[in-house]
């Protein structure tokens, strides 16, 4: 520890972090690229060159704790979770050999393929939840298209029913609370038994389509099982869907509302993609830069290493700040204002790099760029509604409103 500053204060679960933490990440990269924090036992590593760093060297560096919880759970939450979950590594947190055929297995099924053959039927369902609130004088536009929208591709992707969509959509907030967020005993055993009923919910699911197969990734996963079973099987799958059900459309739905707050809160900006739109696809990525759907993401090292000029012993936890990283002046300039025309925006980390990058980046990416060019030509004078108060789920990894009121029409339509 000798050299490494402390980060005394810094809590990424305070309220007011959560709220907007871009002026704490600015300050700490400022004061020292690499802190320690007692209270979570991990190092913060704040600086974009050396997020980077620990991202692409999987030799220092495991996954093994990236979808481990934050803080301690209580002993009957951890009673409830060993006897109806059983979860073993598989994209986000598994190193070789295990990382390799799992990451092998979902880059084969969801191909380019599959991809493009969905996407106008996800531009024919975002644009009925358009035109379903375009005429409404007000809506909450997190609601109304934020998080149905991915839901609907990430849930229809795995062949969920479309009638478990708001059920699922719980059950995966507080998935996110229990791993990433701070909570009494109560609400842990309650989490837990919701996890429980997820797994189980997942296994019911493997199940039904190994009887019936049908046209989803849940099918292919399967088939391809049944050709390479030294590489993948049922559980394997089980694993990969219950990973999948979250992770396919929490961020989406982060970048969405993110983004059209950013948008809305840049009106020059908004205009800029109604007169150009082939702004948009920059756009996107001036999102995922400017206010990204995650927040941090860990690592473990596996020997003595360095980051930033600070010792990391072995069995030292990290945690890489995206968001830190992605308004760091020495890669980006003025990184605290928001350009749909930046010049370098792709570089933001929000999809991670290296052998970790995010296999849904192409899928996400499609889905912002469905939203922006909907809205830009269906709601050009939407607005947000004024004075209202942002609230972000209270989690250390994602970052993501609960609400965000818009007036499809203009504040004008409102006021009449």
């Given at each position: 520890m000798t050299g490494c500053p402390v980060a005394h204060g810094y809590d990424p679960l305070d309220p007011d972090v959560v709220a907007n933490p871009y002026p704490t990440f600015n300050r700490l990269r400022n004061e020292g690229p690499v802190f320690y924090m007692p209270e979570l036992d991990h190092y913060i590593i704040t600086r974009y060159d050396d997020v980077?760093?620990?991202?692409?060297?999987?030799?220092?560096?495991?996954?093994?704790?990236?979808?481990?919880?934050?803080?301690p759970i209580c002993p009957a939450a951890q009673e409830i979770l060993a006897a109806g979950y059983h979860r073993v590594p598989t994209l986000n947190n598994s190193d070789p050999p295990r990382h390799g055929p799992m990451r092998k297995s979902v880059l084969t099924v969801m191909s380019p393929r599959r991809l493009n053959a969905l996407e106008p039927h996800l531009r024919e369902y975002a644009e009925a939840l358009v035109r379903g609130f375009m005429h409404e004088p007000l809506i909450d536009l997190v609601d109304r298209l934020a998080f149905p929208f991915p839901g609907y591709a990430a849930f229809s992707l795995l062949g969920f029913p479309s009638e478990d969509t708001d059920m699922l959509r719980e059950w995966s907030s507080k998935r996110v609370l229990l791993t990433y967020g701070r909570?009494?005993?109560a609400e842990q055993v309650e989490?837990?038994?919701i996890i429980v009923a997820f797994w189980k919910y997942c296994e019911d699911h493997v199940a039904a389509r190994r009887a019936q197969r049908a046209d989803d990734m849940t099918s292919d996963l399967l088939d391809l099982a049944d050709k390479k079973p030294d590489q993948l099987n049922d559980f394997d799958i089980v694993n990969m869907i219950y990973s999948m059900a979250l992770a396919g459309h929490e961020t989406t739905t982060?970048?969405?509302?993110?983004?059209?707050?950013?948008?809305?809160?840049?009106r020059d900006q908004f205009k800029a993609l109604i007169d150009d739109p082939s702004l948009i696809p920059n756009a996107v990525e001036e999102i995922l830069r400017f206010d990204g759907p995650v927040l941090n993401h860990r690592r473990i090292a596996k020997v003595d290493t360095e980051v930033g000029g600070v010792a990391i012993p072995a069995g030292g936890k990290v945690m890489m700040c995206f968001a830190a990283a992605a308004h760091d002046p020495a890669h980006f300039e003025d990184p605290d204002v928001f350009e749909v025309a930046r010049e370098n925006a792709e570089l933001h980390l929000a999809f991670g790099k290296g052998p970790h990058f995010c296999l849904g980046a192409a899928l996400g990416r499609m889905e912002v760029r469905i939203v922006l060019d909907l809205l830009t030509t269906l709601t050009p004078a939407i607005e947000l509604v004024p004075d209202q108060e942002f609230?972000?789920?209270?989690?250390?990894?994602?970052?993501?409103?609960?609400?965000m009121m818009v007036a499809p029409l203009g504040l004008h339509a409102v006021a009449t």
């Open positions: 980077e760093q620990v991202l692409l060297d999987r030799d220092t560096w495991s996954a093994s704790n990236a979808s481990s919880p934050l803080n909570l009494g005993d989490i837990a038994e982060n970048t969405i509302g993110n983004g059209m707050r950013a948008l809305l809160s840049n609230e972000y789920s209270p989690n250390a990894l994602f970052r993501g409103m609960r609400a």
